[in-house]
């Protein structure tokens, strides 16, 4: 579909219900996989018999709690709710490429080249910011959340014992929301960019903006405590100085650019005074 050919309204929908039975086809087979899919594919024996996600949830107990904390089940139903629910999880992450790849293919007929350039480069950008922040969340935040828990426990003369669904709702959350807030430079940088905002907008109200991220931080973490809120806070504050210095660049390059002229409809570089462009062919008045 070109640039200049417009579909009809029921058209980009018919287009957009099937991007989205894609996505959804997509969610429910990684489901199924995580759900049914035997974690040891050399045991024949139906006792030994356990999930993939099975696999996933003992493997976070090893890394997470260190052998530090007994996890218990505080309900009958937690089991199975806490085996779907990290299926559902994992299914999510699984289709992650899915999605970027139908959003992409839904938007990419109406973006002009040089908007296409800049769409590549919010995507890799926005996809690699989100794996480290997962990667930072399970790495680094979680587990010294987790010391810093059984650290209270030694001193109340407790045991470590917490519920099966709290520790890994605690986990999931403070994984996925870490990836999400890790995403925020790429998309302030791509607002700058399109001209929707500005770097000194953003600088001048530094003290608003960190205050409120702080605010976010601490709803996002579970537990609350200002050790999980500075593990999140920091690097966001260190992300957010990186994405102002980098608008200011865009910015800097924007007003270099101002006086170069674009084709209206494919975008192309055009000399002063040009009337036809040179890829396109199309008049410009």
């Known amino acids: 579909m070109s640039r200049d050919k417009e579909l009809p309204l029921i058209e980009h929908i018919r287009e957009l219900k099937d991007r989205v039975k894609v996505i959804i086809v997509s969610f429910i087979v990684a489901l199924i996989f995580w759900l049914a899919f035997?974690?040891?594919?050399?045991?024949?024996?139906?006792?030994?018999?356990?999930?993939?996600?099975?696999?996933?949830?003992?493997?976070?107990?090893?890394?997470?709690?260190?052998?530090?904390?007994?996890?218990?089940?505080?309900?009958?139903?937690?089991?199975?709710?806490?085996?779907?629910l990290a299926a559902a999880f994992l299914a999510v992450a699984s289709v992650m490429p899915v999605i970027g790849y139908e959003t992409y293919a839904y938007v990419d007929p109406a973006l002009y080249p040089h908007e296409r350039r800049l769409i590549?480069?919010?995507?890799?950008?926005?996809?690699?910011?989100?794996?480290?922040?997962?990667?930072?969340?399970?790495f680094v935040a979680a587990?010294?959340?987790?010391?810093?828990?059984?650290?209270?426990?030694?001193?109340?003369?407790?045991?470590p014992t917490v519920c099966a669904m709290e520790f890994y709702s605690l986990i999931f959350t403070t994984v996925l929301?870490?990836?999400?807030?890790?995403?925020?430079?790429?998309v302030v940088v791509l607002l700058v960019r399109f001209g929707l905002?500005?770097?000194?907008?953003?600088?001048?109200?530094?003290?608003?903006?960190?205050?409120?991220?702080?605010?976010?931080?601490a709803?996002?973490?579970p537990d609350g405590w200002l050790v999980g809120n500075t593990i999140l806070f920091l690097p966001l504050v260190l992300l957010i100085e990186t994405s102002i210095f980098m608008a200011k660049r865009f910015e800097k390059s924007r007003e270099r650019m101002a006086e170069v002229e674009r084709c209206k409809f494919?975008?192309?570089e055009l000399k002063k005074g040009t009337l036809f462009c040179s890829k396109c062919g199309k008049a410009q008045e």
């Open 143 to 159: 587990p010294l959340i987790m010391r810093t828990m059984v650290f209270f426990f030694d001193l109340a003369g407790i045991i």
């Open 120 to 138: 590549y480069g919010f995507t890799a950008a926005f996809f690699s910011l989100f794996v480290a922040g997962m990667a930072f969340g399970y």
């Open 266 to 268: 494919c975008g192309e």
């Open 38 to 84: 035997p974690a040891d594919l050399t045991s024949l024996n139906p006792n030994l018999y356990e999930p993939m996600v099975s696999l996933v949830l003992k493997r976070v107990v090893n890394d997470i709690s260190g052998g530090n904390l007994t996890i218990i089940g505080c309900s009958v139903t937690s089991p199975f709710e806490l085996i779907f």
């Open 177 to 186: 929301l870490i990836g999400v807030v890790f995403t925020s430079p790429a």
């Open 197 to 217: 905002l500005s770097s000194e907008t953003i600088a001048k109200n530094r003290l608003y903006i960190y205050g409120g991220l702080y605010i976010l931080v």
């Open 219 to 221: 709803l996002i973490t």
